[in-house]
Structure formats: structure tokens, C-alpha cells
């Protein structure tokens, strides 16, 4: 596979890797500050207002039509928490040129495009435009009132939010709402200045290009100030907790299907030595159809449409979500704690760990034929500070793992919080009704 | 084996019809890892009453092509699933209102799980048991999706555009239909959309089509087929008016969800008609309604809209409707001045400018999507049901003039045909 090329920019970090295999060039800015309560409605709202225009089109409209005119296109941001970090990802989607002779490179309008958007916004005396901050403090207020409407990402998201009450990961990427109507046009622009400057940020560009050139338009375009003393690394920590005891949540909204979701102190984070293993124990225990929850909380006892684990790598945290009829809450809670008991146990299949191997390493096989898919894995080895691990070297370390290692781990999984939401009718025993 | 050099977008497209009537067409992708491929029956949820040439036609319950998709999965030796998994290929399955689609990707095993394919989708294994089993699941699924409210306001909003016409009814049935599923039923439906005659095979990604072909060639000739009469589908009389002015349900939400949806007469047939009027149509839409237009900034300058608004354009040769919105914090006043806003674009008629700014939006969403190798074996099955070639779009964009886009515009907002849905708490 073709490598990242990198090299440092002021304070920016680029990361490019030259390719004719896409017939677009793809672009990703990350930037990633610490998960704090002090901040992170800022951290939130900043890019909201960021995406409404720059210096150089301060309408909207106009902002938004040099995406169309770019043959439409792709710009959009997300924020989101990965481990101990609220991170900020602006992306770019756009055609290579020379599929319709425009005589100009794409490449560089793209880079000036989301440089200046970041780095180059439109400013109204000594804070951002006043209308565009109300509107998206609105837009924002809104978006984080909207979570309640997916009832997989609220139960989710309570989950966490339950299980981490001590640690900053409780917090949700967008922010507090109490805290948007704070938000002035000039102490958020102050906050942007102050984000930029503490902030780490990588660039990743994918396309028919070379570090040479890009270097060029990000020199051009990214005009962050220079800074003295930066931190440049991430640093995660994993979730702990001393306490034994199983919380037990439940929440009541009018919804017609259960949602059963434990969280898990998996202790084991990227750049462990056990990470492997965990990937595997998480692959047969619930990341497949093949796997351990899809085949019994599903297949054999009808109970689910879904039921599946996910591991975190970054906050060493394991999650169970499923779908469930409210008055089967014990009997699934039942069949898929037993599921945990067996991976504990043992009682694991060669058949097992070789479907689960073959569908991990096909996984990170496809990767390399999508760029943006490629920039989050290596994104990913430079969030947890482990870039030396290939593609190649991951699928290698999979492969080596037996059945032994991956018991030692089930042994240290925790079972730390369980999450039900259900209706709002029926008293608080009745999803226990083994009847 | 054809082999058919799309010059422009550097592809080529390699294709044959097998003598059981199977249309197979093989995408080489240079230096793709993965192979991606999809085997789809032109058989969809409005599927629901039908009749082949010679014997009687047949209704089924709602939900029963989707029922029919969990059930191909289940071999006597188990789940299909598993040895999908043992050869490194993920695999799924996905049922719509004109098709069903069984598909897997993979980097490794292509031969071995290519037969895969073809073999589990060309042996049904239904029981009375393992079809009561899928019940419970099925019935999970139809609640996650109860629960959903943007699923729920763009299915009440088709519900009260339609009478009768099946593409109203949820694509996997209610609790109380699926109840009347039985293994019988299955075979029907199996025994007569399931033959290769009615069926696309799709490969895309690192392949050799050559290979490929011969494969696939082998694989189909050692089965048996018996010739398939003509497929009639039957579909009730549907007015043109629309069956209901306001569709309201109520579910937990923090703002309410308001999508409006304007009926029109369908074509009648598909083809190269059917695209013209779809790309005018998604072309129209696009300028009035996309983020860089007029009416979105002002609606959302006005707390009418939020930045999850949107709007597209659903056709097929039985049906035609147009779907607009999202979140809003006052779904009349929402309805009230996309009415007026429309109103006044009429008046005005749409400018040069707008006009090209989305056909090269359009253009290169077309261009980014050949990145995808799901996205073209999707797409391309799905047009070609239609007898449209999906590598048409792009002259096609190229060749829509204003005036014809101006012309959609005003046959198009007949408001006596519009309907509303809501979702509130």
C-alpha cells in the first residue's frame, strides 16, 4: 500500500498520500483540543459559524454556490469525542480536474477554500457576524435537542453518559446546552482565536498530488499564526472506576421498542499489547453476524433485530446495544451476559476465531479503496499515538493471536453499567416479568 | 462477452446475457483491493399482486419480498451468514420498493464467494419453523423502525399521497401482515421473481472480467431453469388526486418533522423518458430547494428550516411524487411559505446562472459516486430495472436545457396535489 507522506507546516501537521486510483482528491482538517467542560460549547459552536462563510464570500449563498460552481463539491463538518479529546473534522470532497478541462487545479481552489474558512473568517469589528452567531447557536441548541428523535444514539449516548459520570467522556461532542446562550459574537471569536492557537491539527489530503504541491497551497492558505510552545501529541487515558457494583439505569420515553445497551471496562486501548486480542474477543463476541450476540440474542431466540459490541479503542470502553421487545428486558439481559461468561470461559470455537480473523482482515484490506476511509484509520494510529502500525503489521498481529490470549483478556472485561429504555406505560418491574 | 469502453470516466463495462436469461455486468476497478458484487431481483415491496402467463394471479401480504430476504440467508446446513464469514466477505442483503438485493464484498476468495452468491440465493430453504422463528425478528425490526421518526413522516407522506398504489405500504410489512406469511406463500413469490430472467448480477472492483464471466458462465449452466412466462404486474386503478391532505402521528420528538410531497401522474413507461423527466425533476429541485438556493437561505433565516432539510424526487414508470423538508418548529407556516416562495420562483421563472451552478453540482455528484464501487453496482441495477443505462445520466445532465427545466417547474407545483405529513410529540 502507498504511504502517507508528512512533514510540518508551521504548526500543522500534513499528512499526504499521492494516488491516481480516486477520480476525486479528498481533504480532511482535524483539530483537537482536550474534552472540557470550560469549553466545549465553544469548541462545538465554533464550526457552525465557521461553515456560514469567509472573508472572502461573508454571504452564505455565495459561499455555498463556490461549492456548486466546484462541480458541487462535498464540504461538511462533524464533531465529535474520541477519547479524551473534542475533535473538530472538517472535510472536502471534490472532482479531479482533468475529468472536465477547466484549465484550473481543483486541488488548489479546494485547499484555499477550506483554509480560509478556518483560518480566514469573516469578521465584523472584533467578533464574528452577529446574525450568523444567533443563528447557528440556534441551529446547535437544536441539533443537540434532536437526539432524543434516534433512539439507538440516545440510548447510546445515555449509556456512556451514565457510565463515565466522573470522567470528562461523559461529556457529548457538542457541548452543554445551558451553556450556547453565554455565547456572544466576540468571546466566541476570541474562543476561535484561542482554539486555533492551542488546538493540534493535521491535514490529510488524498488524490493525484504530491506533498510538494500541497505543501505549497497550505503555506498559502493556512494562515495560523505561529506559536511558540505546542503540544503536538494527543494523550489518552482509559476509563477506569473502583466500583464494583453494576449500575442500573433506566429511562422512559414513548417509544414502542426496548433499548438494551451495558457498557464494559475493556481495559485495553490502541496501543496495547493486548489490543489484538480485544479486537478478536469484540469479533466474536458481537461485531459479525457470525458472532456470539447476532447468533443467539437473535438467530436462536428471535428476541432482536439487532445485537451487536463495539469496542472503543481510544477509552478502552466496551459497548452491547440491541433491540428489544420491553417485556423481554431479563431474558435478553440473561442471554447476552451469558454470552460474556462464555468468551470468560473459554468456550470459544477454532470455527470462531477463524470467521473473525477472515472478516478483520478483509475489513482492513478495504480501507485502501476509500480515501476518507484511509485517512480515518491512519487519523485513528495518530489519535492513539501508535503510527507505526500498518495496515499490514494490524492484519499480522491479528493473525496471531490464539484462543489463549483472547480468554486472558475476557477475563479483565468489567460489566459496569446497564442502560434500558422503554415505554412510559407499565410499572418499573414489569420488563422483569419472566412469564 | 461485450465489453463497452466508457472513454470518458476511464471505465470499462463488460456484459453478457446468459441462455437462462441472466444479465450479468462486470466493472474492472484498477487498483481496488476489494470486489464488490450484487445479485438483485426486480422484484420489490409493490410487488404484491401479480400473474404469470398462464395461471392465476396472486396477492400476498404486506412485507412479504422482505421477509422473503431474511429467509434467503437460511440453508439446511444453517446460516449463510457463517460461511460468508469463514471466506472474509461481508455479506447483506437490502429489499426496496422495485427490487431485492443480496450482495458481499470482500478482498480475498472472490471465486468462492461469487458461488456463494449464486448458490444461496438460488436455493430457497423455507420450513414452517424457520419461517415462525423470523417472526420475533421481523417484528423487531418493524418497531425499530416505528420508533423512527424520519422513516415514519416519509412513509405517512407516500401513505397520504397513495390510495392504493402498493408503495405506500412499509417495505417490511406491519406485525399484523407478516403474521399471515407461511412457507407456501414464500415459494409463490420465490418460484416467480427468483428466476434468473428477472435478475442483474453485478461485480465490481479488482476482477478479471474474463475470469469472472466464465464463472458465472460455468456456475448457471449446471442448473436447470424451465423458461419463464411473462411477469404481469397488477396494479389497482390510482386516482390522481391524493388520498389524504394531512398525515399526523404522534411520537417523541424535540421538534416536529413536516415533509410535503406533490403527486403527479406517472409516465407510464421507463427508459430514456423516465430519466429525462427524472434528471429535469432532481435538477428543479436541486435549485429551488439546495443549500446554495434562495428559498433555503431565507428559510432558514427564518427558524422555518433547520440544516437537516432536504428534498428529492421519486419515479418509476407507476408512480411520481416529489418530497420536501424536514425539521420545523411550525409545520404550517413551514407549508405556508414554501407555497408562496415556490410561487414566486413560478412568477420569476428560473435564471441561467442557478440553472448551470446545479447541473455541474449535479455532474460531479455523478463523478464522485464512480469512486464508490457499492454505489455504482447499486445504482446501475436499480436504472437498468428501468431500462435506463445509469452511464446516461451524464449526457443526459449535459443535454437539459433551461427551458425544459422551467417547464418542469410550472407542471410540476399543482398544489391540489400535494399532501403533508407530520410527525409531533
Given amino acids: 500500500m502507498t504511504q502517507f507522506e508528512r512533514c510540518n507546516i508551521g504548526s500543522i501537521r500534513l499528512h499526504v498520500l499521492p494516488t491516481d486510483r480516486f477520480k476525486t482528491y479528498a481533504l480532511a482538517v482535524f483539530i483537537g483540543q482536550p474534552l472540557n467542560e470550560e469549553w466545549i460549547t465553544a469548541g462545538a459552536l465554533t464550526p457552525y459559524v465557521l461553515r456560514r462563510g469567509n472573508r472572502r464570500y461573508p454571504e452564505t449563498r455565495s459561499f455555498r454556490m463556490k461549492l456548486d460552481e466546484l462541480y458541487g463539491a462535498g464540504f461538511g463538518f462533524d464533531i465529535s469525542k474520541r477519547g479524551d479529546y473534542q475533535i473538530a473534522q472538517f472535510r472536502l470532497d471534490i472532482i479531479n480536474d482533468r475529468f472536465v478541462n477547466e484549465g484550473k487545479s481543483f486541488l488548489k481552489e479546494a485547499l484555499q477554500y ?7 473568517p469573516y469578521v465584523e469589528g472584533h467578533g464574528f457576524k452577529p446574525v450568523y452567531v444567533a443563528q447557528e447557536k440556534e441551529t446547535l441548541k437544536r441539533r443537540i435537542e434532536s437526539l432524543i428523535n434516534d433512539k439507538i444514539r440516545y440510548a447510546a449516548e445515555r449509556c456512556i453518559e451514565e457510565m463515565c459520570k466522573g470522567d470528562p467522556y461523559r461529556l457529548s461532542p457538542l457541548g452543554k446546552l445551558e451553556h450556547i446562550s453565554n455565547q456572544s459574537e466576540e468571546t466566541l471569536y476570541q474562543y476561535y482565536q484561542e482554539w486555533l492557537n492551542r488546538s493540534i491539527i493535521d491535514v490529510y489530503v488524498v488524490g493525484d498530488t504530491t506533498l510538494k504541491e500541497t505543501s505549497q497551497y497550505i503555506k498559502e492558505y493556512f494562515k495560523i499564526p505561529e506559536r511558540s510552545q505546542i503540544e503536538q501529541d494527543y494523550r489518552q487515558t482509559a476509563y477506569r472506576s473502583d466500583t464494583r457494583e453494576v449500575k442500573r439505569v433506566t429511562d422512559r420515553l414513548d417509544v414502542t421498542q426496548g433499548k438494551l445497551n451495558m457498557g464494559f471496562r475493556a481495559y485495553a486501548t490502541y496501543s496495547d499489547e493486548a489490543y489484538p486480542a480485544a479486537l478478536m474477543y469484540n469479533g466474536i463476541l458481537g461485531g459479525y453476524p457470525h458472532s456470539k450476540l447476532f447468533v443467539n440474542v437473535r438467530e436462536k431466540a428471535s428476541l432482536a433485530y439487532y445485537a451487536a459490541s463495539r469496542l472503543d479503542g481510544h477509552k478502552g470502553i466496551l459497548t452491547i446495544q440491541s433491540g428489544i421487545e420491553i417485556k423481554n428486558k431479563e431474558k435478553a439481559a440473561e442471554i447476552i451476559l451469558k454470552q460474556i461468561d462464555a468468551m470468560k470461559e473459554g468456550s470459544i470455537t477454532d470455527l470462531e476465531i477463524d470467521q473473525t480473523r477472515a472478516m478483520m482482515t478483509n475489513q482492513l484490506r478495504e480501507i485502501q479503496d476509500s480515501a476518507f476511509e484511509m485517512i480515518g484509520f491512519d487519523f485513528n494510529r495518530v489519535l492513539s499515538g501508535t503510527l ?12 496471531r493471536v490464539d484462543k489463549n490470549q483472547i480468554q486472558q483478556y475476557a477475563e479483565k472485561v468489567e460489566l459496569d453499567t446497564i442502560y434500558f429504555l422503554r415505554n412510559r406505560e407499565g410499572r418499573a418491574g414489569d420488563e422483569s416479568n419472566k412469564a | 462477452m461485450k465489453a463497452i469502453k466508457l472513454e470518458r470516466l476511464q471505465e ?4 453478457d446475457v446468459l441462455p437462462n436469461g441472466l444479465q450479468v455486468f462486470i466493472l474492472p476497478k484498477q487498483g481496488f483491493q476489494k470486489s464488490y458484487a450484487t445479485f438483485t431481483t426486480h422484484y420489490g415491496s409493490i410487488d404484491n399482486h401479480f400473474q404469470v402467463e398462464g395461471s392465476e394471479p396472486v396477492r400476498v401480504p404486506d412485507g412479504i419480498a422482505h421477509f422473503l430476504e431474511h429467509k434467503m440467508f437460511e440453508e439446511p446446513d444453517g446460516d449463510i451468514f457463517a460461511k460468508f464469514s469463514s471466506q472474509g466477505a461481508s455479506a447483506n442483503a437490502y429489499t426496496s420498493f422495485d427490487r431485492t438485493a443480496y450482495l458481499f464484498s470482500a478482498t480475498e476468495h472472490i471465486p468462492e464467494n461469487l458461488e456463494t452468491l449464486l448458490h444461496f440465493v438460488q436455493h430457497p430453504y423455507f420450513t414452517d419453523e424457520n419461517v415462525e422463528k423470523e417472526k420475533g425478528i421481523i417484528e423487531q425490526e418493524i418497531n425499530m423502525y416505528q420508533d423512527n421518526p424520519s422513516w415514519r413522516v416519509y412513509f405517512g407522506l407516500i401513505q397520504a399521497l397513495y390510495h392504493h398504489h402498493p408503495v405506500r405500504i412499509d417495505i417490511a410489512g406491519t406485525t399484523a401482515s407478516i403474521r399471515e406469511i407461511n412457507k407456501d406463500l414464500l415459494y409463490t413469490c ?3 421473481f427468483y428466476h434468473p430472467s428477472n435478475m442483474i448480477l453485478f461485480v465490481v472492483g479488482g476482477v478479471n472480467p474474463e475470469e469472472i464471466m466464465d464463472l458465472v458462465r460455468e456456475n448457471q449452466a449446471k442448473k436447470s431453469y424451465p423458461p419463464q412466462g411473462k411477469i404481469n404486474r397488477i396494479f389497482d386503478e390510482e386516482p390522481d388526486e391524493i388520498h389524504q391532505q394531512r398525515n399526523v402521528h404522534k411520537l417523541s420528538v424535540s421538534m416536529p418533522k413536516c415533509m410535503i410531497g406533490i403527486k403527479e401522474q406517472p409516465l407510464g413507461t421507463a ?4 430519466l429525462q423527466k427524472e434528471c429535469e425533476s432532481k435538477l ?3 435549485i429551488l430547494f439546495g443549500p446554495s438556493s434562495v428559498i433555503y437561505q431565507k428559510l432558514y433565516d427564518e427558524h422555518l428550516i433547520t440544516d437537516q432539510f432536504g428534498s428529492e424526487y421519486n419515479s418509476n414508470p407507476g408512480y411520481a411524487f416529489s418530497v420536501i423538508g424536514g425539521d420545523t418548529p411550525d409545520p404550517d407556516k413551514f407549508i405556508a411559505r414554501i407555497q408562496e416562495e415556490v410561487e414566486r420562483a413560478k412568477e420569476q421563472g428560473i435564471d441561467e446562472q442557478s440553472f448551470e451552478r446545479s447541473r ?3 455532474i460531479g455528484g455523478f463523478l464522485r459516486m464512480l469512486n464508490s464501487p457499492e454505489a455504482i453496482a447499486n445504482e446501475f441495477t436499480r436504472y437498468r430495472f428501468r431500462e435506463v443505462d445509469l ?10 436545457t433551461l427551458e425544459q427545466v422551467n417547464r418542469r417547474l410550472q407542471e410540476h407545483f399543482d398544489w391540489s396535489k400535494m399532501a403533508a405529513s407530520i410527525v409531533e410529540g
Avoid: C, H, Q, W
Avoid at chain 1, 477550506?114 to 480566514?120: H, I, N, Q, W
Avoid at chain 2, 427508459?271 to 423516465?274: A, D, I, K, N
Avoid at chain 2, 452511464?391 to 437539459?400: K, R
Fill in chain 1, 114 to 120: 477550506v483554509g480560509e474558512t478556518l483560518t480566514d
Fill in chain 1, 388 to 399: 507505526n502500525a500498518s495496515v499490514g503489521e494490524m492484519i499480522e498481529a491479528i493473525s
Fill in chain 2, 12 to 15: 470499462t463495462l463488460y456484459t
Fill in chain 2, 190 to 192: 420465490y418460484n416467480t
Fill in chain 2, 271 to 274: 427508459g430514456r423518458e423516465l
Fill in chain 2, 284 to 286: 428543479l429541485m436541486d
Fill in chain 2, 360 to 362: 455541474r453540482k449535479r
Fill in chain 2, 391 to 400: 452511464f446516461d445520466l451524464l449526457p443526459t445532465y449535459e443535454s437539459i
